[in-house]
């Protein structure tokens, strides 16, 4: 649990704010959005740790802004290193013409099918899921049957990602975000009465489940009806008179479904599935490629306490809004990085590009066998990878094997798998 902080006395606070040292102190703090437990390790001459916490709180206090739920009064702050971030998300993963030259045209499509398998695959093992990144690429890519309950979890959240893009300019309703829940959720659930429906009783708790711990008791069960109207309204609509940027807007309803808590189980991936709906409602269209459960799964301990922050410290939601925004820092990074190594795999492609009578397709596939000498491809799977039609990855494949590239095995009287064959590696030399 969290150290609960020291009582606090704003008026005190505000007769030592000509402290010399103190505005930048405090500026400091507020950049990394510090709560009590680190706090208490920052003194500085001739004040205390409490004194210091006292003003910090000062300062929070004369910035926040009010954002009420139902009865619950939530508060944020925008410092300077949230405005300076949203407006560095703004020209990069928005609606700017700086966005274009992120991600090459001829690669969006095939960057965007891997960036969402790789989204529903780290959102699954953060619940989870039990697999490795390269099997669950594979089913996916392949369409295999989910064996278990893993496997239904990243398929599910697959085909749930691909719902929202395709309804992504949709308003927000109770029966939407129920049927989120069932495209979640579908056969991982306890009971499939739990799918596609707000629980009916408060004996769910959220538990650190290292120490049994309860962190997190979620508002009563008759309180859900009113809250998710209240948060469906705030999806669907902008107040003229009290804006909130897009963004900031994205990461609170992501955390209000957390806090909410309005299912038995999903809340998590169905709360992040939301903060992907909004933004691209809104027109971040690059936020398709970012993701960001592969960055919270990398510091599930610090997602975690930024709820926990928020929730012990008046519902302040900087907590959760500075931890989200470093996440989509690091994800945009990751983006780029990632990118970069698929242009130098470009570069290697346009190798094969040099064999006679192999188009562009056909020479990432050689690339691929010549990396991988044991992988099996399937039609369907050239398909998916490619985002083309079945009829165009069967040409693809068995020009391969008329090339000799290729070797095809029947599976069944009306399937086969494709290989590489036994002269490959001769005929490349060549």
């Known amino acids: ?51 210091l916490w006292e003003n910090t709180k000062l300062i929070r206090h004369l910035n926040y802004k009010l954002l009420p739920l139902n009865q619950h009064i939530f508060k944020y702050y925008n410092t300077d290193y949230v405005q300076k971030s949203l407006h560095q998300f703004d020209m990069h993963i928005g609606g700017y013409m700086g966005a274009k030259s992120v991600i090459p045209e001829q690669d969006k499509a095939r960057y965007l099918v891997s960036a969402i398998m790789e989204e529903a695959i780290s959102s699954s093992i953060m619940e989870g899921a ?16 989910p064996k278990n309950k893993s496997d239904q979890m990243i398929v599910n959240n697959y085909y749930t990602i691909n719902h929202i893009v395709a309804h992504k300019n949709d308003d927000l309703t109770p029966e939407n975000l ?4 069932h495209l979640m959720c579908n056969r991982t659930l306890g009971s499939t009465t739990e799918e596609r429906a707000f629980r ?38 902008d107040n003229e008179n009290d804006f909130i940027h897009p963004i900031l807007k994205g990461i609170i309803i992501h955390f209000m479904i957390g806090w909410i808590h309005p299912f038995t189980d999903g809340n998590g991936r169905t709360a992040r599935a939301l903060f992907y709906w ?24 610090k997602y975690e306490k930024a709820y926990l922050y928020t929730e012990i410290d008046e519902l302040d939601l900087t907590y959760f809004v500075t931890y989200h925004i470093e996440v989509m820092h690091k994800a945009f990074e990751a983006l780029k990085k990632y990118i970069k190594e698929k242009q130098q795999e470009n570069v290697q492609v346009a190798q094969f590009l040099k064999l006679a009578n192999v188009n562009e397709r056909q020479a990432q596939i050689l690339k691929i066998l010549y990396d991988e000498p044991d992988v099996v491809f399937s039609v369907k799977e050239i398909a998916n990878r490619f985002l083309i039609a079945n009829f165009t990855a069967r040409t693809d494949l068995t020009k391969l094997v008329a090339l000799g590239y290729m070797q095809m095995i029947p599976v069944n009287n009306v399937k086969s798998n494709f290989i590489r064959s036994a002269q490959f590696e001769n005929l490349i030399k060549k």
């Open 200 to 237: 009916n009783s408060d004996d769910v708790y959220v538990v650190n489940h290292s120490t049994s711990e309860v962190v997190h008791t979620p508002p009563k069960h008759n309180e859900i009806q009113n809250l998710i109207s209240e948060l469906c309204l705030f999806f669907n609509t």
């Open 130 to 145: 039990a697999t490795t990144r390269k099997k669950a690429k594979e089913m996916l890519r392949k369409e295999i049957k």
């Open 178 to 181: 129920l049927q989120i829940h």
């Open 278 to 301: 909004y933004l691209l409602k809104k027109g971040y269209w690059l936020t398709e490629y970012l993701s960001i459960s592969k960055i919270i799964q990398g510091s599930k301990n």
């Open 1 to 51: 649990m969290i150290e609960t902080a020291p009582p606090y006395n704003l008026t005190d606070a505000l007769q030592r704010m000509n402290h010399p040292k103190l505005a930048y102190k405090i500026k400091e703090l507020n950049t990394e959005y510090l709560y009590w437990d680190k706090i208490k390790y920052k003194k500085i001459d001739g004040l205390s740790a409490e004194e």
